[in-house]
């Protein structure tokens, strides 16, 4: 007699880390299969059509958010996050195809540093008996040009900024010295 598993492992949903100034962090998680429609009575606020929210906790220095989409579970579970946050003023906004996590920072400060540094375990993610290396969303380049929100402006910065050759004029040169003979 065949029995079938009822139990499904979560996924690990990709993921972008996005400062947005010294105090809030964004993080975009991709559910490719998650759709959404307006909320009634906030019309501005979007819930998930076919999915349900399972967790969604902050702590002073931690994150865990789960959804079943469909027939797939997604999780993520931020163990140790580079600072503190204020749990209270977090949330989390959903849209079709992921999410958006925001994280309101405790100090202002910089995580950026911290999470791209190699000497640094960066997002200390959770590993879980229910999640596997095997069991994750493919890694794809995410387009957040689909998306309502505005342009991320400092994904995980990798090298300073260097300005374009185009766009810088040069001085005019000054004024050869005025000689005057008498």
Same mark, same amino acid.
């Given at each position: =007699?065949?029995t079938?598993?009822?139990?499904?492992?979560p996924?690990?949903?990709?993921f972008v880390? $996005?400062?947005?100034g010294t105090?809030?962090v964004?993080?975009?998680?991709r559910?490719?299969?998650?759709?959404?429609?307006r %909320?009634f009575p906030?019309?501005?606020?979007?819930?998930?059509?076919?999915? $349900?929210?399972?967790?969604?906790?902050?702590q002073? $220095?931690s994150?865990?958010?789960?959804i079943?989409? $469909?027939?797939?579970?997604? %999780?993520?579970?931020?163990?140790?996050l580079?600072?503190?946050?204020?749990p209270?003023?977090?949330?989390i =906004?959903?849209?079709?195809?992921?999410?958006?996590?925001? *994280?309101?920072?405790l100090?202002? =400060?910089?995580?950026?540093?911290?999470?791209?540094?190699?000497?640094n375990p960066?997002?200390?993610?959770?590993?879980?008996?229910?999640?596997?290396p095997?069991v %994750? @969303?493919?890694?794809?380049?995410?387009?957040l040009?689909?998306?309502? =929100?505005?342009p991320?402006f400092? *994904?995980?910065?990798?090298?300073?900024?260097?300005?374009?050759r *185009? %766009?810088?004029k040069?001085?005019p @040169?000054?004024?050869?010295?005025?000689?005057?003979?008498?």
């Amino acid at each position: =007699m065949h029995t079938s598993d009822t139990t499904t492992k979560p996924i690990l949903p990709s993921f972008v880390v $996005q400062e947005e100034g010294t105090r809030k962090v964004l993080v975009y998680l991709r559910i490719p299969e998650l759709k959404v429609k307006r %909320s009634f009575p906030n019309i501005f606020k979007f819930v998930p059509t076919n999915g $349900q929210e399972k967790v969604l906790d902050f702590q002073n $220095q931690s994150f865990t958010f789960t959804i079943n989409v $469909q027939t797939k579970l997604y %999780s993520i579970s931020i163990a140790r996050l580079p600072g503190e946050i204020q749990p209270e003023r977090c949330s989390i =906004m959903y849209q079709r195809g992921g999410c958006w996590i925001t *994280l309101y920072k405790l100090e202002p =400060m910089s995580w950026m540093n911290r999470i791209c540094d190699n000497l640094n375990p960066g997002l200390d993610i959770e590993d879980d008996d229910n999640q596997n290396p095997e069991v %994750s @969303a493919p890694i794809e380049e995410v387009q957040l040009k689909d998306t309502d =929100m505005p342009p991320p402006f400092n *994904l995980v910065p990798l090298a300073p900024c260097v300005p374009s050759r *185009l %766009s810088t004029k040069k001085a005019p @040169a000054p004024p050869p010295p005025s000689t005057t003979t008498n």
